[in-house]
DNA sequence: CGATAAAAACAGCCTTGCTTGTTTGCAAGA
DNA sequence: TCTTGCAAACAAGCAAGGCTGTTTTTATCG
């Protein structure tokens, strides 16, 4: 509507179009088939417009994933502050992580995952991010564990043993596609071994319809 | 030493070393870097003779996989055979599949999943060597059920977990390096987790130091 | 205020290097 | 000799990066 904007108006506008344009087809084709004209198709802009931006392919897709952590880690901060509020249960931590690992995080993950291991650079990049997205994790446990008075680093032990777990199952999805039910299981399965570590409100049992929505 | 070869000894031989040159190669540079002329290079062969035994690249890469998948399945079993005659530990078991993945395996599979995710006939040709792998697990956890008296169903369920975590776990060490303790005591934990679930011989503490040994 | 210069955003082409699959040539074993 | 295993040159496509030209916004000056 608006047809005068400023420079840094159109510039954010479009790196931001680029980066979420990058995500979406590292997680629809895969990160080999992700061609920079791709990209720039995908975000209706030139290839010129991106090489303005990005100066290499590398580049965009490390400030995309970058954009993608910071973003997810500003969500678990506000699931923290909210479920400290609320005081929910560590099922619901559960379900929430699984969630946000399905919901293309974790698919992304494994497309740049690879470039990461061999590419020193890349690899150095990203690595202050992933911290930041971990320090979001933390907000989270650490507020479940405050109710439950649980031990802090039982509680990181849990956590990351969760986060593990979830990673595992995602990757497994790729091999052994179209059986909902089996992470269903294994997920609930989980749920009641978190459960153990924070023995807090037997709550009633009428509403334990929360089960995991899977894919 | 022995100069004259039958045919079918030159053939077999070439293809064995072309598909361990791909694993290599998949582990060390990964699947992005590895070019057909890299294999035929470090097998030692000509590039004419890689594609005289396979037919694309994606035919050298799905193949040396399946091999991969296939032996190591044949590992399984023949420790399965031997956990099931000594009878051993569950955390005996822990450590093994640990370091089975450690020790490439699931750095390559990293390697080679997103292209299962967006190549359809790769990922159709792998499934049955997946079920293959599975079949080698299963066994393993099978034995142990029948010494423990645990219920088939809910051991194949601490089976995935722990398959999952372990997934999880080297997925992890890419972004985050040199911090064996942190695996060592994750796995600790687990192995707690699933004696609970073979309650059998308490087993003296003071043959305790079978730890993992991490990287 | 209006014109104009400068800078930034953007478009599109072009070249180069790399990789793959194909084909041709040759030697060793059946 | 005839097939099979391998070597080496060949052909073609593609994608990344670099380069040049155009439009839009911002700054400067009369």
């Known amino acids: 509507m608006n047809k005068r904007r400023s420079q840094k108006e159109r510039s954010a506008e479009t790196s931001a179009k680029l980066m979420s344009s990058t995500i979406d087809l590292l997680h629809d084709q895969g990160i080999t088939r992700t061609t920079t004209s791709d990209i720039a198709r995908h975000a209706g802009v030139s290839r010129g417009a991106l090489t303005h931006h990005f100066a290499s392919r590398e580049a965009v897709i490390g400030a995309s994933v970058a954009e ?63 911290r930041e997205f971990h320090a979001g994790l933390d907000a989270i446990w650490t507020a479940l564990a405050a109710r439950a008075g649980a031990e802090p680093n039982h509680t990181r032990t849990v956590m990351n043993a969760t986060m593990c777990l979830v990673r595992g199952m995602i990757s497994q999805t ?16 989980w749920k009641g071994q978190v459960r153990q570590h924070f023995p807090i409100e037997p709550a009633e049992p009428a509403s334990a319809g929360s089960a995991a929505r899977i894919r």
């Open 68 to 130: 993608m952590l910071s973003k997810t880690a500003r969500d678990l901060h506000r699931f923290a502050e909210d479920f400290m509020a609320r005081g929910g249960s560590s099922d619901e931590i559960v379900d929430y992580i699984w969630q946000m690992m399905d919901d293309r995080l974790f698919y992304v993950t494994m497309e740049f995952l690879p470039e990461a291991r061999h590419n020193d650079d890349f690899r150095a990049d990203l690595i202050p991010t992933v």
């Open 174 to 189: 790729v091999l052994r596609p179209d059986d909902p039910v089996y992470y269903a299981s294994l997920l609930q399965f």
